[in-house]
């Protein structure tokens, strides 16, 4: 298993990124559950959304309305599309899988709201 990430950077307050995470170790498993992460400096890692194989996708109350998940067919790919991002939003990101039994996270992508 290996989540790689993909988007995030500098973004401008309002703005709308994409992050990105698929496994790129193995196509003979499938994650039974997918989501994202976000670590703040200084907070403990919470979740903003996951999605387990034919079950709704969980939001944090946070990010209700402003993210969505989207896993396609349940292949190990995910994305994660912000919208009207502030300050607040600032965090390395964590991409999260689970097969087995075990979880898996990715490296973290960092993702900095500012002008």
């Known amino acids: 298993v290996q989540l790689v990430e993909s988007g995030g950077g500098l973004v401008q307050p309002g703005g709308s990124p994409t992050l990105s995470c698929r496994d790129s170790?193995?196509?003979?498993?499938?994650?039974?559950?997918m989501g994202w992460y976000r670590q703040a400096p200084g907070k403990q890692r919470e979740l903003d959304a996951s999605?387990?194989?034919?079950?709704?996708?969980n939001y944090a109350d946070s990010v209700k309305g402003r993210s969505t998940l989207s896993r396609q067919n349940g292949d190990n790919v995910i994305k994660l599309q912000m919208t009207s991002l502030t300050p607040e939003d600032t965090a390395v990101y964590y991409c999260?899988?689970?097969?087995?039994?075990?979880?898996?996270w990715g490296q973290g992508i960092q993702v900095t709201v500012a002008s």
């Open positions: 999605c387990a194989l034919g079950e709704n996708i």
């Open positions: 170790g193995s196509f003979l498993h499938r994650h039974h559950v």
């Open positions: 999260h899988g689970k097969w087995a039994g075990r979880n898996y």
